[in-house]
């Protein structure tokens, strides 16, 4: 059995919205983390395209049993592709502006887990044996961003509000849901093919951490824990205390000094679910 333990889910900015969802419902689990708006207005009308879709994912996957969890996030895809047409109609748009999220979600099986993987959320596992599970990714997205922005000197200006780093992102974000490209969850219901499958055999009791990249930055990013150390701190201090560690870190090198980023603090979303 599949139970909840914890969650949370921080803004990164807390004057806006927080594109990060995340939900569980019949044996199954995921997190999603709404790919940053690159423009200035959202074709949905809401606060941001990318919690449209992150958002309108998550009542997808709440709502309705399928055959498996690559079928409910067909399903979604569909169900949200068909949503955003009618909305932008005939509206000429860019490929950039469409919306995507990374998704991740796993359900309970006799063995343990399986699971769909797309874009950067990231899982971590801990099972009764003292094994430990990594999954999620690419694992080397952290050090991408890293280095992407370290490339960009100016601090004077936000990151985000460069037009040369903005286009640099246009141009990477049109590159993505394609045949031979890495794919996110996206419009297209041919992600649901695309995504990543992988499943473990797990000794129960044991413990999962589902995590968004703002999270998971504690340890691909900061390298404040290891995989083990951060489910372990999970169990043992609780999220919401390494939600704080986590803004506290990002507070002491605001301007990216230490670790570049394009941003200072990132939607943060992590599930703490239990094997039984």
Known sequence: MLTFVESLSLAGDRAKQNDDAFGFAGGSAWVLDGAT???DAPLMGGPSDAAWIAHFANACLHHGACDSIREAVRRASLYAGAAFMQRVGAQSYERWQSPISSLLMLEETEAGIAALDLGDCRVFALDAAGA?????????????ESTLAAKQTDRHEPLLRRADTIGMLRRMRAELNKP????????????????RAFSWVISRPAHLLLMTDGFSALADRYRAYDARGLVRAALDKGVHELGRELRAIENADEAGALHPRFKKSDDATALLMRLI
């Open 132 to 144: 430990v599970f990594v999954a999620g990714g690419p694992a080397d997205a952290a050090n991408d």
């Open 180 to 195: 031979g490209s890495r794919w996110t969850f996206c419009l297209d219901p041919a992600c649901a093919d695309q995504a």
């Open 37 to 39: 708006d690159l423009g």
